[in-house]
């Protein structure tokens, strides 16, 4: 029987229950957002003259965390909009209505009585066969179940989402012994395809997966970092970017989560009893930790932790680490290490392990003595918490945003070194690890394989062949590269244009590769695909290139180059196969030009896309301002709307605004509707891509035909000027912000036309273009790509 969720009930709305209620409205479903009635008035309800009766009372509490669900930063919901999509109760008036419901979610405190009561009350209203889950992370599953109906027993797992729900997209799945296989696999199906997330099937042990492991892994750095000599920004410098972890790194990390949290998870694997003697110490609270317990210091959510923010000379901001000696508060002071500037040529974080355990200083010392330990502890792990290597992996990249797993770090130092740190640092890893030759190994096909534990041979991971991995591709597979781009085959008839180039920017070797895959497809293949996998799709143009070209005053080559990427764009527009463009995460500049002329997108839910070039002094010219224009000119119906839709178009692009994610790109004109789509699991992003194309051509793709603009000419032009001049009266804009958006309102009307015409794109493209070399010319402009190249963020001069 095909299940279908139209509605969920969420039962507590506090931080997780509203995140789980968000994420559930960002795909689409009815969300009812439960919690319980308030036991007395708030002095405020009392002036008013509420009582208890009055629904404003009983439903204040999931009233409360709606309102912060709306208004939370960074942005819970996919679009504002997506909050019409929960309604808000309460659990004595509104609980027999789970009788509607799909799946039901329980997501009240952490106790076992009180989440046990709840239970009780809905096997009063819960009709049979209907879905039930516990978000819990620190109670046995098997626990939560007892007394309980063998229905309700045969329907309920754990279903573990990892906050912001949003954004972290690992999902654990705990059954008891008592769910019914069917239920496990709708679960981890659904939470897949549908909700977009990692899904690991763990076992019911303390922490489960990434908790146990990740808590391990900050423990031990908690209870060695004295004894190395080490401050908790020495640690964080060494536990960040560098190894492909958060730029939180671990004290910061750990003071957003909230100390308190961290202690409780270990307080709860250490007192389960769970844990082999070698690693019982490592659970233990070192005395810095009792000491900031005893005060409360937590973290951000007390003001306070392990960093903590004053106001310095001036009046400054300042923020202070804590010494872990003296519990004294401290400027933090600088961190260098020769082992780290020995990675900087190094770009994967994959690539730097074996140079980092390799060092001579500290910081050698420091990394040999984690990962050794890590080592250690997850071979141990397996089969205790999972019976399989890539769930710990999958878990720790997808709960903890590690770009590596530990497994995967393991092979990167290769099998038996990794014994050795282990042994170094005074452990002994499981028997079965010692003749493992490697844990994962890529199978012809571009497929992972994994080393099973049990039969001692290599299995394909479930579930994962509908991934396609460009690293995996590369070896059998790549037809061509350069330094900043490479063209792989995907199969079925199908290519991947790959951006590689440093933060995906894109300059001469990746418009050279763009051309020769389009080239490449339109000989010999049935369709094309641009889409990368690194942190990135593109953050837009090349900077340095183009401020050199312009302190040089080389207008002939800048205005070729310009004039190069627009044709470029337009041949993603215009050749004679599909062409499909995937972005994801930022997808700026350039890179939403590159997407805004695609055939059809497949976007990532999570893309972070928009024109952004009044940032550096200058306005789209890769055909981004012609294109907005043309498509606002196709909405043109009557003459009290043109210039609306023309003035929200320019909005856009003049003040840089970036879409937060894809469904946001489309109220803003960038993605378009019944045409584009959104990917809301990033893994399997360019195989769907694949799959349009390749539909596409199946149905007999044929070559578009230009098109032609109307643009409205110098009636519409006064209109921005006045807007400008309000604004740079007001103070929201600079004087060469004002010049700027001028430049841009005169490309948007068709330039010097007296009245409404119909041009070309081509006649836009040429008029982009120029305002772009003239803005090149602008000394304020070229201070601005400076300080966007030595500062990474925009100057407003």
């Known amino acids: ?87 808000i109760g309460n659990f004595d008036d509104d609980l027999q209505k789970i009788k509607n419901t799909d799946w039901i979610i329980e997501v009240v405190v952490e106790r076992l009585d009180i989440k046990k009561s709840v239970y009780e009350k809905i096997e009063q209203f819960r009709k049979p066969g209907t879905l039930i889950s516990s978000n819990t992370s620190g109670i046995p599953i098997h626990f939560l179940t007892e007394g309980r109906s063998d229905d309700f027993k045969k329907y309920f797992a754990g279903t573990h989402f990892f906050n912001p729900v949003r954004y972290l997209p690992l999902l654990e799945i705990i059954p008891t012994n008592d769910t019914a296989p069917e239920v496990i696999d709708f679960y981890m199906n659904y939470g897949a395809k549908f909700l977009g997330k990692t899904t690991v099937l763990a076992k019911d042990t303390p922490a489960f997966i990434a908790n146990r492991i990740g808590v391990f ?189 530990p497994f995967e770090i393991w092979d990167a ?40 534990k049990n039969s001692g041979n290599y299995s394909k991971i479930p579930g994962k062949d509908a991934f396609i991995i460009l690293d995996n591709l590369r070896k059998n597979k790549t037809l061509w590269s350069n330094s900043g781009a490479s063209i792989i085959d995907l199969g079925d008839g199908i290519i991947n244009f790959e951006i590689r180039s440093k933060m995906n920017s894109l300059g001469g070797e990746v418009l050279d590769g763009l051309n020769r895959a389009i080239d490449l497809a339109e000989k010999e293949y049935d369709g094309l695909v641009i889409a990368n996998q690194g942190t990135n799709f593109s953050v837009g143009a090349n900077l340095a290139m183009i401020m050199m070209m312009a302190i040089e005053q080389d207008w002939d080559d800048l205005n070729m180059a310009i004039a190069y990427f627009q044709k470029s764009m337009m041949r993603v527009r215009y050749s004679s196969i599909p062409v499909i463009v995937a972005p994801h995460q930022m997808a700026l500049g350039g890179g939403c030009e590159m997407t805004m002329h695609a055939d059809r997108v497949v976007a990532a839910a999570e893309t972070y896309i928009g024109l952004v070039e009044v940032g550096v002094g200058v306005i789209p010219g890769g055909g981004g301002t012609k294109e907005f224009t043309l498509r606002t000119s196709r909405d043109f119906h009557n003459d009290d709307v043109k210039t609306n839709r023309l003035r929200d178009a320019f909005m856009n692009i003049a003040m840089g605004k970036v879409a937060t994610s894809a469904y946001e790109a489309f109220d803003m004109g960038i993605l378009e509707e019944h045409k584009d789509i959104v990917a809301v699991n990033r893994n399997t992003q360019i195989a769907e891509a694949k799959q349009v194309a390749r539909l596409m051509a199946d149905h007999g793709y044929t070559q578009p035909i230009e098109q032609k603009v109307k643009v409205l000419g110098k009636d519409a032009l006064g209109m921005f000027y006045v807007g400008t001049d309000q604004m740079l009266t007001g103070n929201y804009i600079s004087e060469h912000d004002k010049k700027i958006a001028d430049k841009l309102a005169n490309v948007m009307v068709g330039g010097n036309l007296s009245e409404p015409t119909v041009v070309t794109e081509q006649y836009l493209l040429n008029l982009e273009r120029e305002t772009f070399l003239q803005l090149c010319g602008e000394r304020k402009t070229l201070e601005r790509i400076q300080y966007m190249l030595q500062n990474g963020k925009p100057l407003r001069n």
């Open 413 to 452: 130092v290769g099998a038996q070194k990794g014994i050795e740190l282990a042994k170094e640092a005074g452990y002994e890893v499981s028997d079965w690890v010692k003749n493992v030759e490697s844990f994962y190994k890529v199978s012809e096909e571009g497929q992972t394989t994994y080393f099973e």
């Open 1 to 87: 029987m095909k299940r279908r969720i139209k509605h969920v009930t969420v039962l507590g709305s506090g931080i997780m229950g509203s995140g789980i209620a968000a994420h559930f409205a960002n795909i689409g479903v009815e969300v009812s957002l439960l919690d319980i009635v308030p036991f007395e008035l708030t002095e405020t309800e009392q002036k008013k003259g509420l009582t208890k009766e009055d629904k404003a009372v009983r439903n204040r509490i999931a009233a409360e965390n709606f309102e912060k669900l709306k208004k939370a930063s960074p942005a819970l919901l996919y679009s504002p909009k997506f909050a019409d999509r929960i309604k």
């Open 217 to 405: 892994g900050i423990m031990n750095i908690f209870n060695t970092i004295q004894k190395l000599g080490l401050n908790i920004s020495d640690v964080d410098k060494l536990t960040g970017p560098v190894i492909g972890r958060p730029k939180s790194a671990t004290f910061r990390t750990a003071d957003v989560v909230g100390l308190d949290t961290l202690v409780h998870v270990a307080n709860g694997v250490r007192e389960s009893g769970v844990e082999q003697d070698m690693f019982k110490d490592q659970f233990a609270m070192p005395s810095y930790i009792e000491f900031l317990m005893e005060n409360k210091f937590l973290g951000s959510k007390s003001g306070q932790g392990f960093f903590k923010k004053v106001k310095g000379e001036g009046g400054k901001s300042e923020i202070l680490r804590l010494n872990l000696d003296t519990n004294e508060y401290e400027p933090q002071g600088k961190v260098a290490f020769p082992t780290l500037e020995l990675t900087k040529s190094i770009d994967k974080p994959i690539d730097r392990f074996k140079v980092l355990i390799g060092g001579k200083d500290k910081a050698g010392e420091f990394y040999r003595a984690s990962f050794g330990a890590m080592f250690a502890y997850v071979s141990h792990k397996v089969p205790e918490i999972s019976d399989d290597i890539y769930k710990i992996d999958d878990a720790m990249k997808a709960g903890f945003g590690w770009e590596n797993g």
